[in-house]
Nanobody
Framework: QVQLVESGGGLVQAGGSLRLSCAAS????????MGWFRQAPGKEREFVAG????????YYADAVKGRFTISRDNAKNTVWLQMNSLKPEDTAVYYC???????????????????WGQGTQVTVSS
């Protein structure tokens, strides 16, 4: 059983940056594709970024491409989401997710991820 804990959320002005962390425990995530999703109030949860088990392949939603970067360190059992040039529309609860597969391919559906963190709030003010 994998436990995921997100951290690093907060309140930031538009144009600012945040770095989210996802620390895994209970089991190594070195063979798991990982993803970041987000859910804004009144909206469905949506895919943000994904990374293969080795970190060699990454995917991004069009809305964040060029601004967000997903990375991982399997030795630390941790995944990060670096968010730059934040916009008010990035405001959401951000969730880290782990798959039982090593590589995930589009479309990235939340039902394809087996383990989830509790989420961390990101609020971007205009």
């Amino acid at each position: 059983q994998v436990q995921l804990v997100e951290s690093g959320g907060g309140l930031v002005q538009a144009g600012g940056s945040l770095r989210l962390s996802c620390a895994a425990s209970g089991h190594t995530i070195s063979s798991s594709a990982m993803g970041w999703f987000r859910q804004a109030p009144g909206k469905e949860r949506e895919f943000v970024a994904g990374i293969s088990y080795s970190g060699s392949t990454t995917y991004y939603a069009d809305a964040v491409k060029g601004r967000f970067t997903i990375s991982r360190d399997n030795a630390k059992n941790t995944v990060w989401l670096q968010m730059n040039s934040l916009k008010p529309e990035d405001t959401a609860v951000y969730y880290c997710a782990a798959s039982t597969r090593a590589i995930m391919l589009p479309p990235f559906r939340d039902q394809d991820y087996s383990y989830w963190g509790q989420g961390t709030q990101v609020t971007v003010s205009s």
